[in-house]
């Protein structure tokens, strides 16, 4: 059964986390579901890796310089079809 979480999170973060969560064509409620599984799931969340990203919501310093890694890939589409 799925229930509404209301969240109070820096508007960057959110911004961002957002812009994420469309590039993984996935919705950030899903991710969100995910991570916390993860953490709450016994013997499983010291297995998973924890991105770059995920560690920049969590420690506030921001996004790694190369979490923008479908740039690259969206200029070579822009150039490929104009």
Same mark, same amino acid.
């Not at 960057?12 to 911004?15: G, K, L, P, Q, R």
């Given at each position: 059964?799925?229930?509404k979480l209301t969240l109070? %999170?820096?508007k960057?973060?959110?911004?961002r986390a957002?812009?994420?969560a469309a590039?993984?064509?996935r919705s950030?409620?899903?991710i969100i579901e995910?991570? %916390?599984k993860s953490l709450t799931d016994?013997?499983?969340a010291a297995d998973l890796p924890i991105s770059p990203f995920v560690k920049s919501m969590s420690n506030g310093l921001g996004m790694p310089e190369d979490a923008e890694h479908g740039r690259g890939y969206s200029d070579y589409l822009a150039d490929k079809y104009n």
């Open positions: 059964m799925d229930t109070k %999170l820096d960057m973060v959110i911004e957002k812009s994420y590039s993984q064509q950030l409620s899903g995910g991570y %916390l016994q013997g499983t």
